[in-house]
């Protein structure tokens, strides 16, 4: 070491990064080094195909959201990336830029009273149907009767 306090380091402190090399590897470490690197190749191509699978489903969703709504699909450029690939964020992202884009909102139709009728007219049909639960639970309870008069109160009702 030298008098100069200016240079305090030596020369040989600066070969601290030595890697040492190993001539006779073992085919082991072979084996296990040709091993990663068939892994990390198949983990590069597995994330490119994610990426492809990725993309074409979002330009998917994009396209069906546009066609759905009567949208020009050249919009879908303006979308940005880093928007959820889900119909519902694409329909709320369209909802709010509808005006600068030129297309107008399309409002929620209502159902017509002709739908109203009809439905009421078959939830009151059903109303008092046998369900397919009930109707097993009755198999089950005559299956299970121990007498005569048990099945005939059961079919009967309480009535006899």
């Known amino acids: 070491m030298s008098n100069n306090r200016d240079n305090y380091w030596d020369d040989e402190d600066e070969d601290d990064d030595f890697t040492p090399s190993y001539e006779s590897e073992t085919d082991l470490v072979k084996k296990l080094r040709k091993a990663l690197k068939s892994e990390q190749k198949r983990n590069k191509e597995l994330e490119s195909s994610l990426g492809e699978l990725s993309k074409s489903q979002r330009e998917r969703i994009l396209k069906d959201v546009f066609a759905s709504r009567g949208v020009n699909p050249k919009v879908a450029a303006f979308v940005p990336n880093d928007l ?77």
């Open 84 to 160: 959820d690939a889900s119909e519902d964020a694409i329909a709320a992202w369209l909802d709010q830029n509808a005006d600068v884009f030129g297309f107008e909102v399309q409002p929620q139709q209502e159902v017509s009273q002709q739908d109203v009728a009809a439905l009421r007219q078959m939830d009151a049909v059903t109303h008092g149907a046998l369900s397919p639960d009930k109707s097993e639970d009755l198999a089950f309870r005559i299956n299970n009767a121990g007498s005569e008069d048990e099945i005939l109160k059961l079919i009967y009702g309480s009535q006899s």
